[in-house]
């Protein structure tokens, strides 16, 4: 059970290295970075609900440590108008995780990974397919926190009109409810899939 995220990560990272203090300091630099102002869904509740979701299922993952990386570091940066923000975190990981005594073969993957959360797709390896159904975990909680969810969405997008903003939202639902799954794996298609399809069909009637 991951309880409280700043021991979990600074265990983490210290595990890959030598400098606690350079853990505190990466640590540190997350934090601002998720509770920057306007992050109103994805900050550090959304990593949270992540890991745990992951943890639920660790005896199905290959490396968890590295999967453990890729969540913290998936969202670091996220600018609402930016189609970059997937490249521009990987590249930040890359950057902190150079300082660590991981190989670059499981740098490479962790940013590879942090890379697999852009367009949520099909992956020949399973720790990716667990890391995307994890991302999307949300779409398949009870209506009441799903709305919620849409609402927090929609403050981090506050600089686009309503036109603009339920139109490119409008086709991201269509997109989901198009695939002949939302979820990748099993585990997670058994858990969300059919509240998922339901919320998001809900949301998309809204507009």
Known sequence: ??????????GL???YGTDTNLGKENWIELKEQYQAK???YHNL???TAMLMELESVKEMLINIDLLWFAVYY???IYLP???CNEVDSANFARERLV???????????IADLILSTKKHELHQESDFNYLIDADLS???KPWEIYLQYIKNIRKEYTMFSDTIYNSGRSKFLKHLLAEEQVFKTPWFQKKYEEQARANLARELALF
């Open 1 to 10: 059970m991951i309880n409280n995220l700043e021991l979990h990560f600074i």
């Open 13 to 15: 990272y210290s595990k």
């Open 38 to 40: 306007g992050r109103y």
């Open 45 to 47: 509740d959304h990593n």
């Open 74 to 76: 998936h969202d670091v």
């Open 81 to 83: 108008h930016s189609s």
């Open 99 to 109: 300082n660590t005594n991981l190989n670059n073969k499981q740098i490479d993957q």
């Open 138 to 140: 949300i779409l398949g």
